[in-house]
């Protein structure tokens, strides 16, 4: 900006430039209107479709000039108040005015003044300048913003005529990318590897319930009827079978050893209990026996045939076979209670062994609908995905939402429903919403 010192000899207020060497002049009134009038034209050509009615807002910038005299052209901003700083006279509100009625002002606030104009050879020229030589005209409007799903989101400058279309352009054009996900192409095949895998759970899930209701019915084989068709190779769903029908075959050699042991043990217990009962009749018997025999010696010891030491005897041996007899009897007892035991072991494993398969077939049960829940959900991800991946690459998408919100005053906002053809105001901000088409139906 030129070096401006006052300079008061002369009857009005001067202000000296320099890096102009010319003298003193007036410049006819014909030439001022030209310029005035060119000026003019130039503002309306550059501004929205009715400049006229435009309101400055903070953000616009000015253009400042004198006719005449170059040194003077300067571009103003509006600053946050509204307000510009104008040289010669200071801080002017623009803000929510036309150009028009801005000029008119500056206008009026400066007077005729006598400048002096110093050169780069130090010498002088003065020159008038009037309020009517004065010209003021938008340079530059403030930017529209767009934001979204365009490749560029932020700023943009604005220029007559801009249109949605157009700003979207500037922006890079819409851009699937930015569509609230990740890189599809890439997250395409993270969601085929991750469905697959889901699939496999799936069909391994199913098979272990097919083992397990096996196992339960006391089959030798699973039942692959029942199992459903997965998209899954063939070879991995064989393999998958195989595994379990081989872990069903070791299960059922397994329960079929400890059934084969508990019922040894239940033939042992049987067979020894039914000789500790047989040696029991034999005892009571041979107690009975005994009993009797004492009785009859004790009648012939009354009769003193036989003496008094063979009554002790036979009591003696009496009480010894009726000890013995005792003794089987609760002999006979632990083998019963040994058998029932056995008995009740048999019928625990098989309880406790149907109780795990049922807990088993609940767990495989409840993995199979959370499997297949995941699965519908990766499927549904991975056909958006693949639409999406679709589009971009024939650079096609589904038709944008477009939305315009625009500043009426400093506490008035207005919401637009949009189009692409929509011509926009300068500080417009343009929200793009892409919307994927594609119809997905879950399957059952």
């Known amino acids: 900006m030129p070096h401006l010192t006052e300079n008061t000899t002369l009857a009005h207020e001067t202000i000296c430039f320099v890096g102009a060497s010319s003298p003193p002049r007036r410049r006819p009134g014909a030439r001022v209107c030209a310029v005035l009038v060119a000026a003019s034209l130039a503002a309306t050509a550059c501004g929205p479709a009715s400049a006229a009615d435009y309101l400055l807002q903070p953000g616009d910038s000015l253009e400042f000039s004198v006719a005449g005299v170059p040194e003077m052209k300067q ?23 036309p150009v028009a009625a801005v000029r008119e002002t500056v206008r009026q606030l400066l007077p005729h003044r006598s400048l002096t ?8 020229s003065v020159t008038a300048i009037s309020g009517e030589e004065i010209t003021i005209s938008i340079a530059e409007y403030r930017p529209v913003y767009v934001s979204g799903d365009v490749s560029k989101p932020g700023e943009q400058p604005f220029r007559a005529g801009l249109s949605v279309r157009q700003v979207v352009s500037l922006a890079g054009g819409y851009d699937l ?30 098979a272990a319930s097919a083992r397990l209701h096996a196992e339960l019915d006391g089959q030798a084989n699973i039942d692959r009827k029942a199992l459903m068709e997965v998209p899954l190779p063939s070879g991995v769903i064989k ?14 050699a397994d329960i079929g050893k400890e059934r084969a042991h508990l019922q040894l043990t239940l033939t042992m217990a049987d067979e020894r209990l039914q000789v500790m009962t047989g040696q029991q009749v034999k005892e009571d018997e041979g107690a009975q026996l005994d009993v009797s ?5 004790n009648e012939l010891n009354k009769r003193g045939i036989v003496p008094i030491t063979r009554a002790l005897e036979t009591r003696r041996l009496s009480l010894l076979s009726s000890t013995r007899a005792l003794q089987i009897g609760v002999q006979v007892e632990q083998s019963k209670k040994e058998r029932q ?7 625990r494993v098989e309880d406790q062994r149907r109780n795990d398969l049922l ?3 609940q767990d495989s049960d409840v993995k199979m609908a959370q499997t297949r829940a995941k699965l519908q959900a990766v499927g549904e991800k991975l056909l958006y995905t693949g639409v999406v991946r ?11 939402t477009i939305t315009v919100f625009r500043r009426l005053d400093a506490q008035r906002r207005e919401k637009i429903d949009a189009s692409e053809e929509t011509e926009l105001q300068p500080g417009d901000t343009v929200e793009v919403a892409l919307k994927v088409e594609y119809d997905f139906k879950p399957t059952q």
């Open 75 to 97: 571009r103003l901003s509006v600053n946050l108040d509204g307000e510009v700083s104008f040289p010669l006279i200071g801080e002017v509100k623009v803000g929510g005015k």
């Open 117 to 124: 104009i110093r050169g780069q050879d130090g010498r002088e």
């Open 177 to 206: 990318q930015r569509f609230r996900m990740e890189s599809p192409i890439l997250q395409s095949a993270d969601l085929r590897g991750e469905y697959e895998s889901l699939w496999a759970d799936f069909a391994r899930a199913q």
């Open 239 to 252: 393999q998958i079978v195989r595994n379990e029908q081989d872990l069903l075959t070791s299960r059922n």
């Open 293 to 297: 025999e004492i009785e009859r010696i």
């Open 341 to 347: 035991d056995v008995v009740r072991s048999i019928a």
């Open 359 to 361: 807990r088993d077939l």
């Open 390 to 400: 679709s589009q971009l690459v024939r650079g096609t998408g589904g038709t944008p």
